[in-house]
């Protein structure tokens, strides 16, 4: 499992990725589906690992 720093930071890159993707191919694009999805695992990911929702907002800082 990874540490806490490490999802944080997962998630939070996965969310930068699933936003550019919506942008690039639209919300309803079978690509956004798929980054959606993903970030959504990381961001639970983080959340088991100890991650807070602040610590998620403030970008892993």
């Known amino acids: 499992m990874a540490s806490k720093d490490e999802a944080t930071q997962a998630a ?6 699933a936003t550019q993707v919506m942008n690039d191919y639209g919300h309803s694009s079978g690509e956004a ?7 959504c695992d990381a961001v639970n ?3 088991l690992s100890g991650a807070t929702p602040d610590e998620l907002r403030d970008g892993g800082r």
């Open 12 to 17: 939070v890159d996965a969310v930068k990725v």
């Open 45 to 47: 990911a983080a959340l």
């Open 33 to 39: 589906s798929g980054a959606n999805s993903a970030a």
